[in-house]
């Protein structure tokens, strides 16, 4: 089991898009069905066709971003996507091989992947040493296999309905609050008295 970190996800719309439908993207939808492809040097020749003044050097590095999507992630490796409308990072893992289907202008080469958690890019930084802001769209990251089982564990049943228990208290608690005060308002015409509810209600709603 490996992790890669890819940092291609498109637009806001196509972040949302990857998430929902469970796949992730290289990008290039542009280019046509690369199922038949066997190596980087083919990858790059569509590439030069598409874009015939691009740089070498360029043209090698994302030929090879491509070539590692289809070919080099593997069934069972987790994936890192660094999200841009929040502050996390969306771990999955990879249950797919590529595949060639429009989900939108920017993404038709996707992998299928079972979507895990959600970590802080600053912490997923800290423990990965890496610099989510490098320019590489695709890279393996070193990391022993130790934590590599740390990001697939999942949380037993009795935690989980801890949790949603823990969960349901707070919400009864807000909504018990909620309604005291919302008697306290109806029984009232005052307005400096309506202030000091409504702000009451505004603190309760922040502080939860």
């Given at each position: 089991?490996?992790?890669?970190?890819?940092?291609?996800?498109?637009?806001?719309?196509?972040?949302?898009?990857?998430?929902?439908?469970?796949?992730?993207?290289?990008?290039?939808?542009?280019?046509?069905?690369?199922?038949?492809?066997?190596?980087?040097?083919?990858?790059?020749?569509?590439?030069?066709?598409?874009?015939?003044?691009?740089?070498?050097?360029?043209?090698?590095a994302w030929a090879g971003?491509?070539?590692?999507?289809?070919?080099?992630?593997?069934?069972?490796?987790?994936?890192?996507?660094?999200?841009?409308?929040?502050?996390?990072?969306?771990?999955?893992?990879?249950?797919?091989?590529?595949?060639?289907?429009?989900?939108?202008?920017?993404?038709?080469?996707?992998?299928?992947?079972?979507?895990?958690?959600?970590?802080?890019?600053?912490?997923?930084?800290?423990?990965?040493?890496?610099?989510?802001?490098?320019?590489?769209?695709?890279?393996?990251?070193?990391?022993?296999?130790?934590?590599?089982?740390?990001?697939?564990?999942?949380?037993?049943?009795?935690?989980?309905?801890?949790?949603?228990?823990?969960?349901?208290?707070?919400?009864?608690?807000?909504?018990?609050?909620?309604?005291?005060?919302?008697?306290?308002?109806?029984?009232?015409?005052?307005?400096?008295?309506?202030?000091?509810?409504?702000?009451?209600?505004?603190?309760?709603?922040?502080?939860?």
């Open positions: 089991m490996k992790l890669w970190l890819l940092k291609a996800a498109g637009t806001l719309e196509d972040e949302e898009l990857i998430l929902e439908n469970s796949v992730i993207t290289i990008g290039w939808a542009e280019f046509p069905d690369l199922s038949g492809i066997e190596n980087e040097a083919q990858v790059k020749k569509i590439m030069l066709k598409k874009y015939p003044g691009m740089q070498e050097a360029r043209s090698s971003d491509i070539h590692a999507f289809i070919k080099k992630i593997g069934k069972g490796d987790l994936v890192a996507v660094p999200l841009k409308t929040r502050n996390e990072v969306a771990i999955g893992k990879v249950t797919g091989d590529y595949e060639y289907r429009q989900l939108s202008d920017f993404m038709s080469h996707i992998r299928k992947v079972r979507w895990l958690k959600m970590l802080l890019k600053g912490d997923f930084e800290e423990e990965y040493d890496i610099d989510l802001n490098s320019p590489e769209a695709l890279s393996l990251v070193e990391a022993d296999p130790e934590k590599l089982s740390g990001l697939i564990e999942i949380k037993n049943l009795g935690t989980l309905v801890e949790e949603l228990n823990f969960a349901l208290e707070e919400l009864n608690s807000l909504k018990e609050e909620l309604l005291e005060l919302t008697s306290r308002l109806a029984g009232t015409e005052d307005i400096s008295e309506v202030r000091k509810i409504a702000a009451e209600m505004e603190k309760t709603l922040r502080g939860k």
